[in-house]
Nanobody, 123 residues
Framework: QVHLVESGGGLVQAGGSLRLSCTESGRTIASAAVGWFRQAPGKERILVAASDWSGSSTDYADSVKGRFTISRDNAKNTVWLQMNSLKPEDTALYYC????????????????WGQGTQVTVSS
């Protein structure tokens, strides 16, 4: 059983920064692509950022390019999402998800999910 745990969410003013962490007690995440997703109330869940297993290939939603950075340390079984210049529209429940294997998978292929961490950005 793969158990992903997100942390680092909170309340921040617009223009501020947060760093989210996605950790796993096992070693599955070290060989998995990891994506950060978010879902705001009444809206669909979207992929914000993704990293292949090595961190050499990443992808970002247009709305966060230049502001968010995904990174990872496989030795620590951890993937981070650094979020800078936060905007009120970034407010959402943020999830990490993983799919074992190479490359960046389609959204539908992510197989393991965390419970989420809330990010609230005040104006």
């Amino acid at each position: 059983q793969v158990h992903l745990v997100e942390s680092g969410g909170g309340l921040v003013q617009a223009g501020g920064s947060l760093r989210l962490s996605c950790t796993e007690s096992g070693r599955t995440i070290a060989s998995a692509a990891v994506g950060w997703f978010r879902q705001a109330p009444g809206k669909e869940r979207i992929l914000v950022a993704a990293s292949d297993w090595s961190g050499s290939s990443t992808d970002y939603a247009d709305s966060v390019k230049g502001r968010f950075t995904i990174s990872r340390d496989n030795a620590k079984n951890t993937v981070w999402l650094q979020m800078n210049s936060l905007k009120p529209e970034d407010t959402a429940l943020y999830y990490c998800a993983a799919r074992v294997g190479f490359g960046l998978p389609p959204i539908s292929d992510y197989e393991y999910w965390g419970q989420g961490t809330q990010v609230t950005v005040s104006s």
